[in-house]
């Protein structure tokens, strides 16, 4: 009896370290991030945005995520005819039972007009086809350029085909970490399980508003 209340005490001990190890990962990352705000005078939220509007944009990863949790915002003034909007983002992926943790630094972009048709572009292939209607799987044989192992989900293949093929598939070829979700105004790019780290964090802004650019001219 003795062994297994020692034995209870030790994995207790042990999940209490875990968590309290946790918190003051998150609270670190939270206090880099709002340093680099104020150095570089981005407005920063430790949360947002907020679950509603991300659901309105239509988009899979927030349409579909479930148990959300959007942190650690930053909302950049309009440039170049968009809005843009990093921030991290959690959320459980798949059917009940057996749904994993879905976790990234997000790049949420909101033009000034409708520039995209519905589009899923899972970068490593391993994100599962969106349930809601619009994004039917596309051969990615449609699409050359792409990384063989990438899947693309869109019921608009000509429109997207008409988009990827003047030479922007080659954008993600490139930096084939890369996944987007796209719809009408909206595009979201983010690299699947990775959260930016404050070191380059920076970068990791520059890279997509680069890429969001080019992907909408």
Do not use: H
């Not at 959300?68 to 005819?81: I, L, M, P, T, Y």
């Not at 749904?99 to 033009?111: G, I, M, N, V, W």
């Amino acid at each position: 009896m003795l062994i297994l209340i020692l034995a209870g005490a030790a994995a207790l001990a042990l999940l209490t370290a875990f968590l309290l190890g946790g918190n003051r990962r998150a609270k670190a990352r939270k206090n880099s991030l709002e340093e680099i705000g104020t150095v570089s005078g981005v407005a920063f939220e430790p949360f947002g945005p907020d679950l509603k509007f991300l659901e309105s944009t239509g988009l899979p990863y927030f349409a579909e995520g479930r148990s959300s949790v959007a942190k650690n915002f930053f909302r950049f003034k309009e440039e170049d005819g968009f809005e843009s909007f990093f921030f991290d983002y959690a959320c459980a992926v798949g059917a009940p039972g057996s749904e994993t943790k879905s976790e990234c630094t997000a790049a949420l972009f909101s033009f000034n007009k409708n520039v995209f048709p519905a589009f899923f572009l899972s970068a490593d292939g391993a994100a599962p086809q969106p349930g809601i209607p619009g994004y039917g799987p596309a051969d990615i044989k449609n699409f050359p350029g792409l990384q063989e192992n990438a899947k693309v989900y869109s019921d608009d293949v000509n429109q997207l085909a008409a988009l990827l093929n003047s030479g922007k598939s080659e954008l993600f070829s490139k930096e084939p970490d890369w996944s987007a979700q796209a719809a009408g105004q909206y595009l979201l790019l983010y690299k699947a399980q990775q959260l930016a780290s404050p070191g380059s964090y920076l970068e990791f802004v520059k890279a997509a508003k680069l890429l969001a650019l080019r992907l909408a001219v």
